[in-house]
């Protein structure tokens, strides 16, 4: 399965928020629009216990594999993927969903490439951009979330047309490459204005080049690397306040 550093984060987060926000409710109806090979429907339905998720994928190639991924999962039975664009799906489709999540064409107005799958996948123009949010917003479930993954270089277009169709930001995660380097931007839109707005700031390497600790744990339940670092913090944890404890009522122990 293709996957990379920002779908993987992007997906992390976003499951972990919505794992606790909907903790012992109803699992939401979930879409996932341009799923690709399926990476962010398989990390929601590992986290999300009986979510019902639906995908579109409009490249073909992408939408069998996406399609193969979902039936060799744990969660088939919670999956289903179908070979349209959202154009397409938003005419025919009768639902609406709690949860949009879209890892959209990337470059606005950029200059193409001659494969015509890596131009569907990776551009679009500012007018397709905004077509694409307004078919977005006619599949959301009134007090429903979309969220979004942005570049920086369509952040502050991207905001623009979502404020002119009525859909708020509740919650923003800007992810730096480093402390001068803006990168990607994780956004929720909804239609109801939020009371306070969620806003996380973070680098995606240390000085090591290495992730930060931060996504390291939102990562965890999805690789297996980073779950063992945190077991053994904890582990580290428990025998410095069991050292701690002890030393506590054997004051003259370290002497022995």
């Not at 494969?115 to 949010?133: F, M, P």
Request: glycine fraction near 4%; include cysteine; aromatic fraction near 10%.
């Amino acid at each position: 399965m293709k996957v990379c550093t920002d779908s993987c984060i992007f997906g992390a987060y976003v499951s972990q928020h919505l794992e606790s926000q909907f903790f012992d409710e109803i699992c939401p109806g979930i879409l996932d629009v341009g799923s690709g090979t399926g990476l962010l429907s398989l990390m929601l339905a590992q986290k999300i216990a009986g979510s019902k998720i639906e995908a579109i994928e409009p490249d073909l190639e992408s939408f069998m594999e996406c399609k193969l991924n979902f039936e060799n999962s744990s969660w088939t039975e919670h999956l289903q993927v179908f070979n349209h664009n959202l154009s397409e799906f938003s005419e025919f489709n009768q639902n609406q969903y709690e949860i949009i999540i879209c890892n959209p064409p990337f470059f606005l107005n950029h200059l193409v490439s001659p494969s015509q799958s890596r131009n569907r996948a990776l551009h679009i123009s500012k007018s397709d951009w905004e077509k694409w949010l307004i078919d977005l917003k006619k599949l959301l479930k009134s007090g429903g979330q979309i969220w979004i993954l942005l570049p920086k270089e369509n952040l502050e277009s991207s905001l623009e047309i979502a404020k002119k169709l009525g859909l708020h930001v509740s919650t923003r995660v800007d992810l730096h490459q480093n402390s001068k380097h803006n990168w990607r931007h994780i956004l929720c839109f909804s239609e109801n204005e939020a009371l306070v707005t969620t806003q996380i700031e973070t680098q995606i390497y240390d000085q090591n080049r290495e992730l930060v600790s931060l996504l390291k744990m939102w990562l965890s339940d999805f690789y297996l690397k980073f779950q063992l670092i945190f077991l053994l913090q904890k582990v580290q944890h428990i025998y410095v306040d069991l050292e701690f404890s002890y030393s506590i009522s054997h004051p003259c122990s370290f002497l022995v």
